[in-house]
């Protein structure tokens, strides 16, 4: 899973989303692996970080506690957070929470 790999071309513009005008730009990522590269030369936590908060998007991380090191960077530089990979409703609570807290109409 080269997650840092998506992340970049999320940010880079490569992946090919359209974002609306003053749009809130959730990343959410749910994986049980660390944060890994497949690019030569290989992103990095640093990288991404540096990057991702340029254009305002926020990263929110699924991802097993054991490797929150690898991704916990890119959560505080872009004003999102990292939570446990867990059960399906577990998830769900925390997306609907982080939703209702940044989300307003």
């Known amino acids: 899973e080269p997650t840092y790999d998506a ?19 959730f990343i959410f990522l749910w994986t049980d692996e660390p944060g890994q590269s497949y690019s030569v030369p290989s992103y990095t936590e640093n990288t991404v970080s540096a990057l991702l908060p340029v254009d305002g998007y926020m990263f929110f991380g699924f991802v097993p506690s054991s490797y929150w090191n690898t991704f916990d960077g890119i959560a505080a530089a872009t004003g999102g957070m990292m939570m446990p ?19 307003t109409l």
């Not at 940010?11 to 989303?17: A, D, K, L, S, V």
Request: proline share 3%.
């Open 7 to 25: 992340l970049m071309q999320i940010g880079t513009g490569e992946m090919g989303f359209s974002w609306r005008p003053n749009a809130l730009r």
């Open 85 to 103: 990979l867990a059960e399906y409703d577990e998830m769900l609570g925390h997306m609907k929470d982080i939703l209702k807290q940044r989300c």
